[in-house]
Structure formats: C-alpha cells, structure tokens
C-alpha cells in the first residue's frame, strides 16, 4: 500500500520513479530537517511535494521530518481559492440545500479543538489546534430526509472524494475547519476550507472542502478505491 501524507492526498504517479540514489539523498535531507526544527522540516515537505507525487513508491513519505505536517494533493497542483470566490454546497438528500460563502462560514458560531493529527502511514503531528464550524450544524440545517445515513466529501481538486457514517459526521470533534495552527488553513494545507475528523486517520479530513452531500449509503472514497478501508477509525 503506497504512503502518502497528511490526508492521504499522495497519488499515483504521473512522473519519472524516485531512484534508489535519490531515494537516500532524500533521507539525508529528511534528517537534517529533525535536527534543524520545525521550520526547516516544513519548508523541506513543500520542497519534496512534487517529488513526493511523483514517488510510486510510497517511500519518500517515509521520511524521518518528525512531527510536521507533509503537502501534497492527488492532482499536483491545485488553484487557489479566497473569500471572493470560494464556496460550499451542501445538498443531496435533503430537504433544504444550502451554498456557504467563507464569510457565511466564518459568521457561524465556532469550536474550538486541539488534537493530535494521524497519518495512517504512522506519522503524527500532535496537539494541533482546529477552530471551524461543526459539522452537525451544516447537517442539521440542510434537514436530512429519512433515507440519508452517510455524508459524501468533495474537493475542488476536482478528484478527492471522502466519505463518513452519518452518526460519526454528527461528533462534536467533526469540523469544517477555518483555522489550524492558530491561523487561518492555508493552500497547502487544504484552505481555505477544510475537514478535520477527530478519531480518524488524515485521509479522511479532506482538503480544499467543496461540496458536503447526504447520501443513502457510505460511498468509497478516493483512497478506498485504491484499498484503504472504509473505516478510517485511529487504532490507539
């Protein structure tokens, strides 16, 4: 199963394999930025990026840069999005579809957490603060009709795809996320909207949120297709 990073947003490649000269190169890099800090580690995981979706592999995600978020996205790159053209829809089965603008969003009343971040590739950013909107509350004013047990994610990436159960989307620590890391969420890391899912591995917080649809049943995600499971839940 290939590795990829943050939520799992490391495709297939479109490029030139990563050779195993490289490959060593990297982690020597990779070490220097543990020994360098913070700082250095994430401007080496923007370095690595296109190398990163370029990697069949799945090992330059392996690189030892500590407790630090990785940046990529399964399409290479992806245009950016501002207060002046983003949106979010939220439709499908139910009785009240509704289109959220950022400041729509950002006028709703927010929560707060601080969780540890996992990658089901075995790294962890810990105690990263989210602030954004519950999810629940998107749910409850769209009024699901009867038949809706499962919530559908979409990017404007215009490929990822993430699913939930709905009475897991309805947890207090499911977020459309604003703010990470005391700032709002950048491009890199999937903004300026995005999922957090606390208790789920990062393949399930989606980046780049654009579209949240109520389904009749849980619909295989973009990772899923690929063989991961269905069930995101962190085995702890």
Excluded at 47 to 64: E, H, K, Q, S
Excluded at 143 to 158: E, I, K, L, M
Excluded at 180 to 189: E, G, Q, R, Y
Aim: hydrophobic share 35%; glycine share 12%; charged share 20%.
């Amino acid at each position: 199963m290939p590795g990829s990073p943050e939520n799992l947003s490391a495709g297939p490649s479109h490029g030139k394999p990563v050779g195993r000269r490289i490959f060593l190169g990297l982690v020597g890099l990779g070490a220097v930025g543990v020994v360098a800090g913070s700082e250095a580690q994430n401007a080496l995981s923007r370095w690595l990026a296109p190398v990163m979706a370029n990697d069949p592999t799945g090992l330059v995600a392996l690189l030892p840069l500590g407790d630090t978020f990785r940046f990529y996205s399964v399409v290479g790159s992806v245009d950016r999005r501002d207060a002046s053209d983003y949106s979010l829809t939220v439709g499908g089965e139910v009785a009240t579809p509704a289109t959220y603008s950022l400041t729509d969003l950002q006028r709703m009343p927010q929560t707060n957490l601080t969780e540890t971040f996992h990658c089901v590739t075995g790294w962890r950013v810990p105690d990263v603060p989210w602030t954004g909107v519950r999810l629940s509350t998107l749910i409850d004013r769209a009024a699901p009709r009867s038949g809706a047990t499962a919530v559908r994610f979409r990017s404007f990436d215009g490929t990822y795809t993430e699913s939930l159960p709905l009475d897991k989307a309805r947890r207090a620590d499911c977020l459309v996320a604003l703010r990470m890391l005391d700032a709002p969420v950048t491009h890199d890391h999937g903004g300026p909207v995005r999922m957090y899912v606390g208790g789920q591995y990062g393949y399930k917080s989606t980046k780049w949120l654009s579209g949240i649809e109520l389904t009749t049943e849980e619909i295989p995600g973009y990772w899923e297709r690929r063989g991961y499971e269905l069930d995101g839940t962190i085995d702890e």
